[in-house]
């Protein structure tokens, strides 16, 4: 039933940190959960966490190595406090002592989980654990205040029985309750009630019955896109070209292989959509004819005929009540300047504009947009996909309340 519940977590990267409190014992549960739902979990120990629980017992259960050190010469070149933070989508410290919960308030970056908590953009969370007479201590409760002012959130604590034999505030949420508010991160509900059509990954163009016209896109960006749309509460339906990846939780996708076919799926769905993203690659052009038997190699040369395709994104932006237009516009050079002569020709609200190669765009796992639209540009800094997707759908919800919301 938990995951049911936490679907959200499906492919996300928690970074979770355990600091020193007899309630480490049950991060390990955590770990096991956070897993369940989907999500891979690296576990960074602090040092009073250790004298709780072994790094070999979170490295069994994460499936991965555990991070303690903040300045190893080793694991900084493997994976340090800026990559650990670029990593994450979501920092869940678990249980979170008065100690950290005091640090992190002073914004204190002297060992690697307060430095990841100050480097990351993401969202960060922490499960007080405790003796209740610290939780009810003013400093401790200042400290919290200060750390909820910084939009840092807070998993309980839970009232009842104490390690220490007290009873009252202080107890660490259990394991699944936790699993629960971290998937509920991912939830912002800037979409709410709306519906969100997506294209995404690229198109082929039948030459043959075996042979195709066809680019370099993975359908990544679109993926992430979908998945972050639906994360903000939207009901979204993805027509996709054909990728190898799994469809995002709570996202309708329809499957589709040309261009023409992406079009004829597209306008059927249109009209009802309040939003319309064009992530897709799709083929500028198509054989005129495909060949119904596979072509032989006799003659030395060969031409193909092509003819122009269909433009998705503009016959949508075209339609009376259509919904709002966002494309996207992929260059390797003038990217403003072409990325807003798209905008103005095919007469869009928005357009995000990604520069490629150097490994971004195309099949990369990293992307950064500029994102143009009437009220100026707006720059998403170089991120994972499924990061900048959440930035941008952040954006797009923020334009949409604005002119029509
Ligand atoms: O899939 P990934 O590997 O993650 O890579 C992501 C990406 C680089 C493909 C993506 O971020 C991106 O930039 N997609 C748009 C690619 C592009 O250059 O499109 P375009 O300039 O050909 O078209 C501009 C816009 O019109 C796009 O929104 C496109 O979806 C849309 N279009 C184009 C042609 C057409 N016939 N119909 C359309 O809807």
């Excluded at 990841?116 to 922490?126: K, R």
């Amino acid at each position: 039933m938990h995951i049911l519940a936490n679907k959200n977590l499906a492919n996300k990267h928690i970074l979770l940190g355990v600091t020193g409190s007899i309630a480490a014992y049950k991060a390990a549960e955590l770990v096991r959960r956070l897993r369940e739902g989907g999500a891979e979990v690296r576990v960074v120990l602090s040092a009073g966490g250790t004298e709780f629980v072994t790094p070999l017992t979170f490295q069994a259960l994460s499936g991965n190595p555990v991070h303690s050190e903040l300045l190893d010469t080793e694991a900084e070149a493997a994976m340090g406090h800026i990559a650990l933070a670029r990593w994450a989508d979501a920092v869940v410290i678990a249980p979170a002592s008065a100690n950290v919960i005091a640090r992190l308030a002073q914004g204190r970056a002297d060992d690697l989980l307060a430095a990841v908590c100050l480097a990351t953009e993401v969202p960060v969370a922490v499960a007080p654990a405790m003796n209740q007479q610290m939780w009810a201590n003013a400093a401790t409760q200042d400290n919290l205040q200060r750390l909820r002012a910084r939009r840092i959130h807070q998993f309980g604590p839970a009232e009842g029985g104490q390690a220490c034999g007290e009873t009252g505030l202080g107890r660490m949420l259990e394991a699944d309750d936790i699993a629960r508010h971290t998937a509920g991160l991912f939830d912002t509900g800037a979409l709410a009630g709306l519906q969100v059509l997506l294209t995404a990954g690229p198109t082929q163009e039948a030459i043959d019955p075996v042979r195709y016209l066809s680019n370099r896109s993975s359908g990544r960006m679109g993926y992430a896109v979908a998945q972050a749309a639906a994360e903000a509460g939207a009901r979204v339906t993805l027509v996709s070209g054909p990728t190898a990846l799994a469809t995002p939780p709570r996202v309708e996708r329809i499957d589709v292989r040309s261009a023409e076919e992406m079009h004829t799926a597209v306008l059927a769905r249109a009209t009802d959509a309040d939003i319309f993203i064009a992530t897709a690659a799709v083929a500028d052009y198509r054989p005129v004819a495909p060949v119904q038997q596979k072509i032989k190699k006799t003659a030395d040369n060969l031409s193909l005929e092509l003819v122009r395709n269909p433009d998705i994104l503009a016959d949508v932006a075209a339609l009376t009540d259509g919904p709002l237009t966002v494309g996207f516009a992929a260059e390797t050079e003038n990217l403003l300047e072409y990325a807003r002569d798209k905008l103005a020709r095919k007469g869009l609200d928005m357009i995000a504009a990604n520069r490629v190669g150097n490994g971004l765009g195309f099949e990369a796992e990293e992307n950064a947009l500029s994102v143009i639209d009437a009220e100026g540009v707006t720059e998403l800094a170089q991120a994972p996909k499924t990061q900048l997707a959440r930035r941008l759908i952040a954006r797009i919800a923020e334009y949409f309340k604005r002119r029509l919301g």
